[in-house]
Every structure is written in C-alpha cells, then in structure tokens.
C-alpha cells in the first residue's frame, strides 16, 4: 500500500503580500508571463509590475477571454514560447490560475498562483479544469507537480465579494469528511496513493479551523477588514483544503459539487455551494455520522449562509423523475460516491439529497 502527499513548493500569506511578490517570484525565473482577465489586470497590473520590476524581472501579460479553454491555453502557450517566459503567473479566480498552470507545464516554465479570492482548491492543486469557449465543462488534465509557489494576498481577499470566501469555506468544508470516508476503504487519492497521517491531520485541521473561525472571518470579510480569524480562514480555504482534498480524498459532496451541473438550475450556483449541498447529502448518506455533529455542521452552514436545500440551489420546482435521473447519473461508475465503504445506489443517493434538503429546511427555518 503506498502513500503520497503533494505539495505546493511555497506557501506566501499576509496583507501586502501582492507588494513583495516579486522578491519571492524572481529567484524561480526572470521573465515572467502574468494570465489574467482584463478585470483583474485593471485592478491589480500597476502593484504587481512594479513589484516585478523591482526584483530586477521582465514582466509580459496574457488577458484572456475569462475562460480556461484548450484555445486560450493554446494561445498561452504560443506567447509564453514566444517569450521564452520561465515563470507563468496566474491572477485571479481558479479559471486564470488552471490556464497558468496549463501554460506553464506545457512550457517547462516554473507556476505561481496568485489568487485574488479563496473560493476553492486551484491555487495548490496540480490539475487544470477545462471549459469550452462557451463555458460547457470540457474534462481536465493533471500536471506532474503542484505549483512552485501560492502567494495570497489577505486584504485582496478581503475586499472581494464575501460570497466568494463563503464558497470557498463550502468547498473546505467538505474536505475532512470526504478524506475520511475514502480513507475508511483505503481508497487512493487523487494524489495518487493512500494518505499519509499528515494529509488526514491536515484535512482535520481545515475542519476545526473552519468551525472555530469560520463566522467571524464572514463578519470581517463583509467589512473587508484582515483579522487573525479572517487569517485563519483564508489559510484553511485555500492552503489546507488544497492539501486535504488531493492528498486525502474525495467521496459524495464533490460528486455532487461537480456532478449538479448536469442540472441547468444549479448553473449560477458556485463550486462551493454546490460542494456545500453535497456534504449535507454525504452527511445523510452516511450511517457512521454522529447526528450531533450532522446537526452542527448543517447549522454552521446555515449561520454563514450556504445552500442546505434544493431551493437554495435552484432546484425547488425539479420534478422528482428528473431527481432520480439525476441521481443514476451520479452513481455511475467511476464518481467519487464509489470511495465510500458501503455501496451507494441511485435510489440511496436520491433518498440522501431529499433527506438533506428537508433536514436543510428544517434548520433553516428554526434558526430564523
Ligand atoms: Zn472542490
């Protein structure tokens, strides 16, 4: 039985951390090639140039269309040639930082993710999601190693749209429970074998940070203020999921995270709030659940604001044929809901989503 845990080759946090990139980015390679949308260019090109530029390194920039498409990685990677860029440098949401990667592995260049929002797991992570131009899912590729360097900067996080570090705390959310469900069957990671303990006590760190902080962060984030607790969080989103969910494992909730796509409703829903209604669905699925735990983390979910119920997914007005449909097709061979130790069927996952959406609504009405 082997076991292997990925990494990152250096984690940067901290507020300013955008202002110093160039004193961490220049050691891997002097001509740098920056991927980003012409949103986050306008915001954040002037700080980073002159960041760049400071440590004596060449910065050039791809704008791309906004979507991580086998044309744009194309276009990328004729620039970055062209170039003889040697760092490729990804800025944004996970669609610049998996086209950066895309670039950069193509090239032997070296990969920084620079993440303007902690939403989920692309930073740290060694595999690129693909979508078509029109933004249709279009498969993935995994890279022979993760990222040279993440670098977050804490006040950019911070003045992001909160809803995106709320997703991010779904996506984590999700990580312990879905490691330990695949490491009950010694199930291989993505990472490519059976988790170490680090990678379990890592993903039960992103758990517990998460539980202890996570509120507060939420409060300080709507301010757009950096705390110790808005630290934390984004530490736990973004670094310790990143680690968690790779190297330890995946099981139901990121079946449904990536798996309710297949329902146009769920399409103006976020990664994370998908994942956040998938871990309710696990949670329900799984009979070795403690019900107290279930109950505080359904509640947790609720006093941040995550979807717990099909309303809140869009999916209110779905018919109960077009459920179970749903369902078949996410029990087919090969998801993640197949790490778990007992055998899940269509009808045992259709019975788990109805349970987690009344039990959802349920709280949430108490809790009002
Ligand atoms: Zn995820």
């Avoid at 993935?140 to 749209?161: C, E, G, H, K, T």
């Avoid at 984030?221 to 110790?228: C, D, L």
């Avoid at 329902?263 to 309710?280: I, N």
Wanted: proline share 4%.
């Amino acid at each position: 039985m082997i076991k292997t845990i990925i990494f990152p080759g250096r984690y940067v946090q901290g507020s300013g951390s955008l202002d110093e990139a160039g004193k961490f980015i220049a050691p891997l390679g002097k001509k740098v090639l920056v991927v980003w949308d012409s949103i986050v260019n306008k915001m954040f090109s002037e700080r980073l140039e002159a960041s760049i530029k400071k440590a004596d390194a060449e910065i050039f920039s791809f704008v791309f269309s906004g979507e991580c498409s086998r044309n744009q990685k194309d276009i990328g990677i004729q620039k970055a040639q062209a170039l003889k860029a040697d760092v490729v440098v990804g800025v944004g949401g996970g669609k610049a930082i998996d086209l950066a990667k895309a670039i950069a592995f193509n090239t032997n260049a070296h990969m920084v993710s620079l993440p303007t929002v902690a939403s989920n797991d692309a930073p740290t992570s060694s595999c690129s999601v693909y979508y078509t131009d029109d933004g249709v899912l279009d498969g993935f590729d995994v890279w022979p190693r993760n990222p040279d360097m993440v670098l977050a900067d804490s006040q950019i996080i911070a003045n992001a749209p909160v809803r995106w570090l709320v997703s991010g705390i779904g996506d984590a959310l999700a990580t312990w429970f879905e490691a330990e469900a695949a490491f009950k069957g010694r199930r291989p990671a993505f990472a490519g074998g059976v988790p170490t303990m680090t990678a379990m006590s890592l993903a039960r760190l992103c758990y517990e940070t998460l539980m202890a902080y996570g509120i507060d962060a939420k409060m300080d984030a709507e301010n757009h203020v950096v705390t110790p607790a808005l630290e934390k969080i984004i530490e736990a989103n973004i670094l310790l999921s990143g680690i968690g969910w790779e190297s330890g494992g995946l099981a139901t909730a990121h079946t449904l995270g990536n798996g309710l796509s297949i329902l146009e409703c769920t399409h103006p829903y976020s990664h994370g709030e998908k994942v956040a209604f998938g871990l309710v669905t696990q949670l329900c699925l799984d009979d070795d659940i403690d019900p107290q735990e279930r109950l505080d983390v359904v509640d947790f979910m609720v006093e941040l604001g995550l979807p717990v119920s099909f309303a809140e997914l869009g999916m209110a007005k779905l018919a109960k044929d077009e459920l179970m449909k749903a369902a078949v097709a996410l029990t087919e061979p090969g998801n993640f809901l197949h790490n778990h130790v007992f055998t899940v069927s269509a009808l045992d996952l259709f019975s788990a989503m109805v349970k987690a959406d009344a039990l959802g609504s349920s709280r949430k009405k108490l809790l009002k």
